[in-house]
T-cell receptor, first 109, second 117 residues
Framework: GQNIDQPTEMTATEGAIVQINCTYQTSGFNGLFWYQQHAGEAPTFLSY??LDGLEEKGRFSSFLSRSKGYSYLLLKELQMKDSASYLC??????????WGAGTKLIIKP | GAVVSQHPSWVICKSGTSVKIECRSL??????MFWYRQFPKQSLMLMATSNEGSKATYEQGVEKDKFLINHASLTLSTLTVTSAHPEDSSFYIC?????????????FGPGTRLTVL
């Protein structure tokens, strides 16, 4: 079966760095997405990885290892507004997104 | 960037009535749109994949006669919740795939919060 695993909840301090991990097992792979979702709102696109390595975009970076079925989202210089759920999703062989359950990130002052 | 609108943003209706939700891609054409449902503190659940000009593909457990999907144009898909009941109360979110985008990613509408009394 297809499976995406990510931690349910994480807590970090304002100004710090946090890494949210995602492991996956899917039928085929056409890329991995990270989305941010604030409570009561729709998800917004953060990043996309299809090749191994690190993609950096401002305070956010995303890493992929296809051989390990593993990705992480790295958030630097955390701000209170970064408190949200972070969703990992894999595009399978049919370009259908398989979603993880999301990681709720709590930022403390 | 690609923008997807959804209307209405919230709706309250009586049990037994039908509710139509519209999803529009504003600045790109979307041959494929997706309808999701999200209950409080839970993850997104894909309900159906809507393809322009053809029948929608429903996920297992989703009643196609209850959740009617129409994707008549490259920029509009509609979801009609027929004979809504309180258990249908949820956050309904659509997304559209930008085939011309860099990553073939899905862009989400703002969601529709449905409350059935």
């Amino acid at each position: 079966g297809q499976n995406i695993d990510q931690p349910t909840e994480m807590t970090a301090t304002e100004g710090a760095i946090v890494q949210i991990n995602c492991t996956y097992q899917t039928s085929g792979f056409n890329g991995l997405f990270w989305y941010q979702q604030h409570a009561g709102e729709a998800p917004t696109f953060l990043s996309y990885n299809v090749l191994d390595g690190l993609e950096e975009k401002g305070r956010f970076s995303s890493f992929l290892s296809r051989s390990k079925g593993y990705s992480y989202l790295l958030l630097k210089e955390l701000q209170m507004k970064d408190s949200a759920s972070y969703l990992c999703a894999v595009s399978d062989s049919n370009y259908q997104l398989i979603w993880g359950a999301g990681t709720k990130l709590i930022i403390k002052p | 960037g690609a923008v997807v609108s959804q209307h209405p943003s919230w709706v309250i209706c009586k049990s037994g009535t039908s509710v139509k939700i519209e999803c529009r891609s504003l600045d790109f054409q979307a041959t494929t749109m997706f309808w999701y449902r999200q209950f409080p503190k839970q993850s997104l659940m894909l309900m159906a994949t809507s393809n322009e000009g053809s029948k929608a593909t429903y996920e297992q457990g989703v009643e196609k006669d209850k959740f009617l999907i129409n994707h008549a144009s490259l920029t509009l898909s509609t979801l009609t919740v027929t004979s809504a009941h309180p258990e249908d109360s949820s956050f309904y979110i659509c997304s559209a795939r930008d085939n011309g985008g860099d990553y073939n990613e899905q862009f989400f509408g703002p969601g529709t919060r449905l409350t059935v009394l």
